[in-house]
């Protein structure tokens, strides 16, 4: 079974700096998809970013990109230049190309510090 | 364009009663699936929609069910409502399983006395 792991319950940063929100997931097939969604605390759940597993370039939206390193099975979230609007829960989620549920993280809380 | 919406926003109910909620998906999906977000569980996959049909369901008891209708909304349903199906219940829509992105709707939360 597949699995998400992100080890970070809690991040802070300052503005305008920037952070980075790591995960790691397990798995045996070689298609699938990973995502980082936000949840403000309006709870609805968006989509920050999206990466193809086939795909070796790093998915990059605006100020969020990441860091996709496949052999490690790991997908960590960079936000640069980090804004008052970007605090939330951020979870990571896994998705194989023949599935439809989505996996997801513990989730990770950022803070962002005036 | 709007995006998928749930409703209701809150839902009170008492144990051992039926809970339905609603969701309509974005213009142009056609699958809908379910998401419970509980205190400590964090986000489990309950049920998947596609063209009317259930193709696959959760780790969940059989009284969580529902239905897809010909205009693609769907409903659950919760019967003989439990304590602990206290939690926020979220709605995603796709245009079809396998590659396409899932956009979430608001959630309804749901809180069993």
């Given amino acids: 079974a597949q699995t998400v792991t992100q080890s970070q319950p809690e991040m802070s940063v300052q503005e305008a700096e920037t952070v980075t929100l790591s995960c790691t997931y397990d798995t045996s097939e070689s298609d699938y998809y990973l995502f980082w969604y936000k949840q403000p605390p309006s709870r609805q759940m968006i989509l920050v970013i999206r990466q193809e597993a086939y795909k070796q370039q790093n998915a990059t939206e605006n100020r969020f990109s990441v860091n996709f390193q496949k052999a490690a099975k790991s997908f960590s979230l960079k936000i640069s230049d980090s804004q008052l609007g970007d605090a939330a829960m951020y979870f990571c989620a896994y998705r194989t190309s023949s599935g439809s549920r989505l996996t997801f993280g513990e989730g990770t809380q950022l803070t962002v510090n005036p | ?113």
């Fill in chain 2, 1 to 113: 364009e709007a995006g998928v919406t749930q409703s209701p926003t809150h839902l009170i109910k008492t144990r051992g009663q039926q809970a339905t909620l609603r969701c309509s998906p974005i213009s142009g999906h056609t699958s809908v699936y379910w998401y419970q977000q509980a205190l400590g569980l964090g986000l489990q996959f309950l049920l998947w929609y596609d063209e009317g049909e259930e193709r696959n369901r959760g780790n969940f008891p059989p009284r969580f069910s529902g239905r897809q209708f010909p205009n693609y909304s769907s409903e659950l349903n919760v019967n003989a409502l439990e304590l602990e199906d206290s939690a926020l219940y979220l709605c995603a829509s796709s245009f079809d399983t396998g590659k396409e992105t899932q956009y979430f709707g608001p959630g309804t939360r749901l809180l069993v006395l």
